[in-house]
């Protein structure tokens, strides 16, 4: 069983593993505190699994997300330093949200699949905040839940 460390920061919302990725900067651990927080508001069971480095298992057939020891239930606030949230100790990976610089009106199927360790997932292209507000960055992630949801 061969673990692969990236840059990332995952969640567990209501048995899904969200995977969040973009560059060092772009607002990974800030959108995840948001969605936490949203989803708690809305009844929803939501942890945070790992920020800034996160482990990916291939495990039968499935990608299971999970935090380095050292960091779990730990999360950057910016302009307040690290925080302690609970969390979950691992998530089997169910959607990759990917921070882009730009927002795309229109985007094609093809945007909304990708590919990690040679395993097909549901995609959701989300512009930094700053180029979209907060509740749109919500938005795209919480229809991009419920369309894997019906799948």
Known sequence: MSRHNIHATALLVDGAGVLLRGPSGSGKSLLALLLLDWWALRGRSAMLVADDRV??????????????ELLAGLIELRGRGIVRKSHAPEARLM????????LERMPEDPDFRTEILGRPFARCP??????????????????ALGAIAFR
Do not use: F, M, N, Y
């Not at 291939?58 to 935090?67: E, F």
């Not at 959607?95 to 730009?102: A, E, I, Q, Y």
């Open 55 to 68: 482990d990916l298992t291939l495990r039968d057939d499935a990608i299971v997300l999970s935090t380095p």
């Open 95 to 102: 959607l990759v949200v990917d921070l882009v610089p730009d």
């Open 126 to 143: 989300v512009p930094r905040l700053g180029v979209i507000g907060a509740d749109h960055q919500r938005l795209l992630v919480d229809e």
